[in-house]
């Protein structure tokens, strides 16, 4: 993995200096971000070595630098000994074609066997259910459990229930929809359970237990999942991935990670994960009951509203916190056994739209999970890509993407690309054939012809996509139920500012309290990202410290923005949150107020990349870049890229004007260049190269192929081609005799 562009420069140089015909290269250099696909396991990958036949297509149609490897299995877990030794021989198969893999390493794919080792640790989820009583006799509540399942578990075992326990039966009156003050009565010991079992509890509530009108009763369901409070899940965590350490893998991945899926995201507010656990932490946190204070949050009382917002914003954040505690020591042990140049990989996004599935699988801990390149998966927004790569310094990021259709593919690699992207490749899907099979179809074409273009901005893009504009929203407001702003993230005013051609990042406050977020030379800043402008989306409920952090910013050169206000602090109690920060902050009623002046004046002062457009993907609406365009760097590159009409890209026939110094390019799909101050090329790459020329600069090919063109931090330049056949010619001579040559791909017949 980069960990500097030097660190790059070097290695070339050692490798190939002074050589004019060097040895072709099948993959991207290991020094460079990767070009990443999929390889999931099925049964018949571990039948008689047909793993080897995905290696051996993906090898020579799709050049993947490094796969990431995860099991697809109904039976067999990877504590088993010959599912362990048959990835270990896969692994160094794959080794002979220098494809690289990280595997999955998840402590879901070991469930059974964490079972056995902890039994006492399994997830719980608290289920709330609520009937009138009866007034004639004993009042019965019949709760049953869920059999949760995701791509992790498959039809043959899933997260199926394994016992259930009362927890509390209570009893109560409502007012305006709440329950009324002073109303609540503990009468589980006056009940009686009449039936158990790991999918259902039955209770009756004698007539004698109380006189109110409603009976609740909160049952506990256990599922064959580690609980993500589990005392020894860290410990178990480590021991697996040591289990592997004599495997020939490059990294691991942990993928989608969480709670087990919700997908309502649970309207009613009815049904908690739950632990003994997880009580305890609640009860350090707070000094409360978990499962009393389950009860205020579902369902509200009246006099309380301040308690049930502080509730839940402790619940949720605690929540948060613990999923990006599993994910860093995760993180750490990956390194610790493989190596710190060790990838860790796939994405921590699961729905992944910003709402109450997502919150109550991970507490929407995406910014903060950490992973080598910034990970998303299917339709994540756009605004989330680009600030997660902000995050963890990254050049590109990358999407897991999958889709029914080849012709999305075809869209999405130039898409992605556009926004600083690259693709993660996942089977086209549903998988109705063979998965090999369906793979290999996106080989065939011209797909993997444009990625190979694409990948050229490897070697000269270190820097992400310029987003000169932030929304930095409230998290405790947008994921608390009892709030005024559940599920607005902010996400529609940054899409706009998008379709305007204004890329903007979004980013969570909670990057603020962790230090992520900062100011640097006068301005807000992510990484390497620099804001011209700030928007405070909902800060209703936050701490003091987002407030001095506003403050301490006021007097800089990234203009400030708020929309909505601040009435509450983070535990529900009464705050002027508006008085505490800035006078200079501009404040807005609502998001669409916010937008229309953002969109007067920025005009004046950001120059706009090509508008993001409308689109629509496993029927949900996203907001992206078309398949042909241009946009800026952060460290000033210029990018314009054309696939439109052909996925291996169209014909680019453009001249610049890059603050004064005319660039001119007779390409196709790729067209980047990078000046330095004085207007010489600092770097500079293009897909199918026919003429360039800069200044002195200029490159005419008789044959054209794609070409990347850097300068090290001496002022030599050093250069990778790809796709040229015979001697580098004398015009690229002319610039540096350090060439990389890289292998094309070559395309399945269809």
Known sequence: MLKSWMAFVGIALVA?????????LTHLPPNVPPALGCWFWHEEDFKDQNYRAYIDIVAKHAKFTLLTASLRIPQGELTDAFVHDTLREAMEYAARFDIRVALDL???LTREAFQTAYPDEMQEMLRIRETPRNGEGDTVLEITS????????????????LASRLMRVYAFARSEGSIAPGTVVDITSACRIEERSEKKIRIAAPKTATDQPIVCACVAFSHLTPDVYAPHLLEFQRELLRRYADVKLVGACKDEWGFPPCFD???????FWYSEPMALAYNQRTGRDLVRDCLLMYAGEVGREGDRQGAVNHFMEMNRLRNVEIEGDFYRAVKEVFGQEAMVSTHPTWYPYCDSREFKKNGLDWWAARRDYAQTDEVTPFCVRTAMAKKWNNSVWYNMFYAPEKSQYETAVWSHALAGGRINYHPLYPLKEAPGWRMSQLFAGNLMRGEARIRMLHFIQPAPLDCRIAV???????????????EDVGKDVADALWRAGYYTDLIPTSEIESGAVKIENGKIAYGTQRYDWVVLYHPEFERSSIAEFFRNAADGKTALNRVGDWTRDFDGKPFDGNATLPDKMIPYPDGAACLAALLEVLPRSVQAGTPAVDAVCWNTKLVQPPAAGHCRLVDGTRLVLAGQNDPAGDPILTTLDIDGHTVAFDAVGVAAVRLAADGSVNAMAAGNLKRFESGSMKIELQEPCDIALWRDASGNYHGALQGLQGAIPPALISLTADWVRLDAPTPLPE
């Open 265 to 271: 995201g649970t309207p009613k507010h009815n049904d």
């Open 472 to 486: 930095i929203f409230g998290h405790p407001c947008a994921m608390n139920w009892a709030g005024p702003a559940y």
């Open 106 to 108: 998840d402590v879901r």
């Open 146 to 161: 869920e059999t949760l399942s995701d791509h992790y578990t498959g039809r043959a075992k899933p997260y199926l229930p």
């Open 16 to 24: 190939t200096a002074g050589a004019v015909e060097n040895p072709v």
